[in-house]
């Protein structure tokens, strides 16, 4: 054997690299949450996981008075970047890296008439896919959150993925998290209907982290999903007046709040409360509810035969590490190519938000959303963190 043979046997497998793209990065933003576990490893309960890659570039949009993601950089030595291009490149002009992680959430953009915060995530997932092009080669991406604002826009993004024929993931730590109980609809379960329920942030960012997790047990039903048929969105006294009418179950309501972490001192109708009804094209009903003295994360469901079933997705407040299941199924797409979520309950998800936002923007229409015949069918078993976390 030749000594460069030798060698190359003996080496150890190279680390696969990946570019991390953030809007802002101070303590306890997402991209402390995402990126630092990338640099520094993470723990899921009580398992604990080196850093998976090698984190090769760092490009921030906006420095923050409080930043960190220069000072890490510099202590892992991270190449800092003056732009997107230059992240994926790496000074080669052509795409250097097995992945990008984008993390566009918090920062200085602006809102609109809807409370839809404009985060440029199309804008620079477009800057990704033309290096895609320019290369002829692509590589795994990640979005945190939902994949825009705009419907036409993340439709667009779902669309470059599939013809480049790159794997795309996106969403948010709250369905993938720790849950209290331990509780997943087996697939394929009857189901009358479904509840999830938030605290008080009633902005776009905050009622996706409530319409996702409501998603990640109605998608569990029988037939998987089929899609959304129409919207509406609902505050004050119409939402209980929406209960009287039968628009959503209060029994659902009731096992969710007995779940809990921290219960809230008032009665729900003395909160601010804020309601998503959700009409399934295959006659599903199911509803989100923003209630402001709510600080936890709750899902129930009402199978047709038995009680009502229900659970909290936690928040460990201490050391964020709701994030780590979520960084856990990126870098298990980043090693196989396969996304152990799949996106088109981030796409769905997407576009029902934008339409409760329009709905809201119109003093609670009901919008029929024939653009959302998004199918397709949950895993056997769903991804979330095990045990009680911490």
């Known amino acids: 054997m030749k000594r460069r043979q030798f060698l190359a ?38 398992a604990h996981y080196d850093p998976p890659f090698e984190v090769a570039s760092l490009w921030i949009d906006q420095i923050h008075p409080g930043d960190i ?13 003056p732009d997107i291009a230059g992240a ?44 895609f092009r320019r290369s002829g080669r692509s590589c795994p991406v990640f979005v945190d959150k ?43 379960l009857v189901m009358d209907s479904a509840l999830a329920v938030g605290g008080g942030w009633v902005g776009d ?35 209980w007046k929406a209960e009287k009418q039968g628009l959503w179950r209060r029994d659902l309501l009731d096992a969710a709040l007995a779940r809990q972490q921290k219960p809230a001192p008032q009665r729900p109708e003395e909160m601010k409360a804020t309601l998503g009804l959700i009409e399934y094209r295959d006659g599903f009903t199911a509803a989100t509810l923003a209630l402001s003295g709510v600080s936890d994360y709750l899902a129930a469901v009402k199978p047709k035969h038995g009680p009502p079933q229900a659970t909290c997705c936690y928040i460990p407040i201490e050391n964020s590490n709701n994030f780590s299941m979520l ?14 979520l799949d996106v088109r309950r981030t796409l769905l998800v997407t576009g029902a938000l934008a339409s409760l936002m329009e709905s809201g923007h119109q003093q609670g229409r009901r919008l029929e959303t ?9 895993p056997p078993q769903s991804w979330y963190a095990p045990g009680e976390g911490s």
Request: with cysteine.
């Open 370 to 378: 024939p653009h959302l015949t998004i199918a397709y069918k949950p």
């Open 9 to 46: 046997l003996a080496a150890p497998p190279r680390k696969k690299r990946i570019a991390c793209l953030s809007s802002t990065y101070h303590v306890r933003s997402h991209s402390d949450n995402f990126i630092t576990r990338f640099l520094e490893g993470y723990w899921i309960h009580e």
């Open 205 to 239: 960012g905050g009622i996706f982290h409530i319409l996702e997790t409501l998603q990640a047990f109605a998608e569990r039903r029988r037939g998987g999903e089929t899609g959304i048929r129409a919207v509406r969105l609902l505050k004050g006294d119409e939402v």
């Open 146 to 188: 939902h994949l825009s604002y705009d419907w036409a826009k993340a439709q667009q993004m779902f669309r470059w993925s599939r013809e480049l024929g790159f794997p795309l993931m996106a969403g948010s730590s709250v369905p993938v998290t720790f849950r209290r109980p331990d509780y997943d609809p087996p697939r394929g």
């Open 327 to 340: 960084v856990h199924a990126i870098t298990r797409m980043i090693a196989t190519g396969q996304p152990p």
């Open 88 to 131: 994926l490149t790496l000074g080669t002009g052509q795409l250097a890296v097995d992945g990008v992680v984008l993390v566009c959430e918090h920062g200085n953009y602006p809102h609109n008439e809807k409370d839809q915060h404009l985060y440029p995530r199309y804008e620079f997932f477009e800057q990704v896919v033309n290096v």
């Open 69 to 81: 993601g220069q000072r890490l950089a510099a202590a892992y030595n991270v190449a800092l970047a």
